[in-house]
């Protein structure tokens, strides 16, 4: 019954309850062996694990009158030749009762090997293909759990296939009574592992170009102009300053050409802010202080936000527009929003009219002196607020059942 022809593919299966073996890291035993290397900065180690195959094959086992081998009852096998791979000789077993852990409405099929075990061990592989009766092509319905599991004292059978019945016993692959399948092969020996290579590694520092600039600006090196902000003298770099800013390149391109120019006189900022405005233009970060994005700076980024917008350093006023919008709340939403219609800051805008869009929380901002300065000093900005507002609370109410309302 049982025919044989040399295989290219390779695949795993499963293995029976009653012989587990679980197969280990392809490299412990050859890195226990040598020892793991000593390691050393600036080294680079390699090692290499390969498999071993021994041999591999294909057997085709052809049932005929399928249906006379059924009621034999579970655990009594329909059983192919004897057939050998990789020098040893094995048996193929269909269990059409079931057996192990398939029931009867299950199909096994399961791989065992003939005679002593060998040593030392080697891993096996099983696929079961079912071949169709029409086309000849063998194919996989339903592939089952598949590993390689190692054969030695413990251990001479694989469980390779289990399938229900009604899908291995129906057409195409079970016709005139005759079922075909192919058994996929593939012994080898445990995995060849080298010993540890090691190379010799120049390791390279991350970049530091932030901390270089930051160095530049606090040692004043080579500083060619000199801002005067509330008395307060600022050194720094024209050429970084023009890099970083159109309108610091605007207002320092002619002084490029004019050395020993008198110190610039910046109006209407505090020192902190130019300080931090600096910080940003040669290290684009905030400065290394603590909590700098709390809430209780929040005054300090809405400074540090007109500074960016004057200065049009467009990363940084979208910086402060995102802590600013993190952290709105009922005392500073109306001052917020204030800001972000005076500096076109559309987005942040957006974000404080969603926020007074809940009547729990309009209540708290209409008690704000955020709120009272809105409206004396910009009441048109609050009205185009009012609509927009409105026009959200009835989009909610038009879109969401009238018992889950909008919480806020």
Known sequence: MGRFKKMSRMTK???????????????????????????TPG????????????????????????????????????????????GLDWVACLYADGYGVAGIDDVSAYLRLLGDA??????????????????????????????ALAFGDKCKALHCMMIPRGQIEVEPYLVDDRLTMEFHVVV????????????????VPPPDIKRQFANLLQSKEGADVTFDVAGEPFSAHKLVLAMRSPVFKAELCGLLREPGTQPITIVDMQPAVFRALLQFIYTDQFPATRGFERRDNCEMIRHLLVAADRYAVDRLKL?????????????NVATTLALADQHQCDKLKDACIEFMSCSKKMKGVVASKGYEDLQRMAPSVLADAVAQMSKLNKMSRGSVPQDESKSC
């Open 13 to 39: 299966s499963n293995a029976p309850e009653d012989e587990p073996n679980n197969m280990p890291s392809s490299s412990s035993a050859a890195a226990a062996a040598c020892g793991p290397p000593e390691f």
């Open 43 to 86: 080294w680079k180690t390699v090692s290499t694990c390969a498999p071993d195959v021994v041999g591999e094959g294909v057997h085709v086992f052809d049932i005929f009158g399928y249906s006379d081998h059924k009621g034999m009852g579970a655990h009594e096998p329909i059983r192919s030749g004897a057939f050998s791979v990789a």
């Open 118 to 147: 060998p040593t030392p061990r080697v891993w096996v592989s099983c696929e079961v293909k079912l071949v169709d009766q029409r086309t000849g092509v063998a194919s996989t319905p339903q592939p089952f759990l598949r590993y």
């Open 188 to 203: 080898r020996r445990d995995p060849r592992v080298s010993r540890t290579a090691r190379f010799p590694r120049i390791l």
């Open 319 to 331: 910086l402060c527009q995102g802590i600013l919008c993190k952290n709105l709340n009922v005392h």
